[in-house]
């Protein structure tokens, strides 16, 4: 539920200021309005606060305890030996790269060069090339060839004065071998030392953590101070805020221990007002999905409960199966066993994987489809099939008709026309293949089905959209006639039969004289109205009828996938089935697991976007601010 928010200007006197404010944190229903025209920083003490918990979180978790020791003390140590353990880790690695630059030259004394320079009156130098630049120098006598690596070639000169050669690095050896081994050796311990005594610090996780909440409730406090403007000298306070409508009792209640008044003020121009959405229960679960996309409006309405609902029914009809919907089931009641996390917003998850779970299951036993596996027909087992029936009455539909439908089917299979039992005439209706028995008609009739369904909840969905906001949009009723219209006129083009014809709801010819009537009156209604509403400028809702084609059309996507859904798992099944039990037992299992994954993409991506793009189109205004009030983090 969206609930309106008031704009309410508080004053009083200066003395009552912290106490005014800590109750408002207090209670959370108030949000103090900021003047700032900088953006807000996170104060550095908090900064500390997240690194340290961020770093304690890599860490395995161990029991907790309490400490008597004050956090920030904690804090600044465990953010001192984590700068410590990056300090010895660049340390090491500048070390080993030295290391691995000196080492084909051997372990020697640098002191012992250094003498036997003076002795001799001659310059020791050290160079390096790559063999690639090797090849194409010509080397100078003076060079002393002692190993290669690492694609290089090592080099010693000997001169009475320093020497540069073409295409040759100099190396500068500065420490022994032995001496730089002995140095990571060190750096290594002491950063041995420095993990242990930060692992030290992980019992103190969630004493860190309770005390960055009272960090932050002192902080926000501080800031929603900082906001009120002082008269009088400065013993007079005022500051402006928001209050939602149904909160105003809880105002009155707060203010009488407190010298201080509230007055309702009207929005200005230039106001961001937040949107204030409380919702329970299953529409707390859309609010989350909601949110993921966008903030609704200040005038929009809450769509919370709207899009949970869809969303289950197209993530369903996407998977279209009860065997993975039963997987589905099985990991939320995992999570919620084994998976101890406290947060709200991960129990609502759990509540949304029951959810989306159930609903597969659902739809999979109504489509007939258990891990790509489908029933076999006619063996009185498909009770609760519904696509089985709306294929039957489809059947009996072009029986009756003898219809080009009845006459391809009777060419391919001349036993059927026997029978004028729609059941026994898809039986009928059939080959082997691989030792499968195939049901050809009845695959296409339930492919027609779901094709229609899948264009038939386009058409429901973007009419409940267009229609939540008919008193803004007038033309919004017109494009409702219009699509359903075209939903009874459409198929007399390609000469389809729809569910209105086979089940016996409207015959084919007055169904199609309908839908001409309404295709058309509908789009003048939309453009009458348009034009009361919107005056000359209504002329260009006649654009929508593209638009509203093209989103009922984008359906399509919940067959397809559910078809591509289909025929994967099919696919492994028979791959299995043909290698055996080992082997098959394997490509079973991984290939189920990729569909699984595959599958849930699918269904989440798109199911949101039918959501989030098509709908939305017609009832979503967006880009909101949420109510944020100053209140107590926990």
Request: overall charge positive; charged content about 25%.
């Amino acid at each position: 539920m969206l609930v309106k928010v008031k704009k309410i200007i508080f004053y009083g006197i200066k003395d009552q200021l912290d106490s005014f404010f800590k109750s408002v944190q207090e209670e959370g229903f108030i949000e103090f309005i900021s003047r700032r025209k900088k953006i807000y920083k996170l104060p550095d003490e908090l900064k500390s606060y997240l690194s340290a918990i961020k770093i304690l979180k890599q860490f395995p978790r161990v029991k907790q305890a309490d400490e008597i020791l004050p956090s920030k003390i904690i804090v600044n140590q465990i953010l001192e030996l984590n700068n410590a353990i990056q300090k010895y880790e660049e340390e090491k690695r500048i070390l080993k790269l030295e290391i691995s630059i000196i080492s084909p030259f051997g372990n020697f004394s640098v002191e012992d060069v250094l003498r036997l320079e003076k002795e001799i009156h001659r310059v020791v130098q050290f160079f390096t090339i790559k063999r690639t630049k090797k090849d194409k120098t010509k080397l100078s006598d003076d060079l002393i060839y002692i190993a290669s690596a690492f694609d290089l070639d090592y080099f010693i000169a000997i001169n009475k004065e320093r020497k540069t050669y073409p295409n040759m690095i100099e190396v500068v050896i500065q420490d022994s071998l032995d001496f730089l081994k002995e140095k990571e050796i060190l750096i290594d311990k002491k950063n041995s030392k420095a993990h242990t005594d930060l692992l030290s610090f992980c019992k103190y996780l969630e004493y860190l953590t309770k005390d960055l909440s009272k960090e932050f409730n002192i902080s926000n406090l501080n800031l929603a101070k900082s906001e009120a403007f002082f008269e009088l000298d400065r013993s007079i306070f005022y500051i402006e805020g928001y209050v939602p409508k149904n909160k105003m009792l809880q105002l009155e209640i707060l203010l009488k221990s407190f010298s201080i008044n509230y007055a309702e003020i009207t929005f200005e121009k230039n106001d961001k007002i937040p949107t204030y959405l409380e919702n329970k229960n299953l529409s707390k679960i859309g609010e989350d999905l909601v949110n993921i996309y966008d903030i609704p409006a200040y005038t929009d309405k809450d769509p919370s409960l709207w899009v949970l609902i869809f969303f289950a029914i197209f993530f369903a009809v996407i998977i279209s199966d009860a065997g993975y919907g039963f997987v589905y089931l099985l990991i939320g009641v995992l999570m919620h066993r084994f998976v101890k996390i406290k947060s709200y917003v991960f129990q609502r998850f759990i509540k949304l994987t029951y959810i989306l779970s159930i609903s597969t299951i659902i739809w999979g036993i109504l489509t007939g489809t258990f891990f790509g596996i489908g029933f076999d027909y006619g063996k009185n087992n498909e009770k609760f099939i519904l696509i089985n029936y709306f294929a039957e009455k489809k059947a009996a539909y072009h029986i009756k008709q003898k219809d080009d439908v009845y006459k391809e089917i009777v060419e391919n299979y001349p036993i059927v026309q026997k029978t004028s039992n729609p059941k026994e005439f898809l039986s009928l209706a059939s080959k082997v293949d691989n030792n499968i028995k195939i049901y050809e008609p009845l695959e296409d009739f339930k492919k027609n089905v779901l094709l229609e369904f899948s264009l038939f909840i386009g058409l429901i969905h973007i009419s409940f959209s267009l229609l939540r906001y008919f008193f803004r949009n007038f033309p919004s009723i017109g494009w409702v006639i219009f699509m359903i219209g075209g939903y009874l006129y459409f198929p007399s083009i390609v000469d389809a039969t729809s569910f209105i014809h086979f089940l016996n709801i409207l015959q084919k010819p007055l169904a199609f004289q309908i839908g001409e009537i309404l295709l058309f009156s509908g789009l003048s209604i939309a453009l009458i109205l348009a034009l009361i509403q919107k005056k000359l400028k209504g002329f260009i809702d006649l654009t929508n009828m593209i638009q509203i084609f093209a989103d009922v059309l984008s359906y399509l996507r919940l067959y397809a996938l559910a078809l591509a859904g289909m025929i994967m798992a099919e696919t492994f099944n028979n791959l299995g089935l043909k290698f055996g039990i080992g082997i098959g037992f394997i490509i079973i299992i991984f290939g189920h697991i990729i569909n699984l994954i595959l599958c849930v993409m699918g269904g989440v991506i798109h199911g949101l976007r039918l959501n989030f793009i098509e709908w939305y189109h017609y009832c979503f205004e967006g880009d909101g601010k949420l109510f944020n009030p100053l209140k107590l983090f926990k």
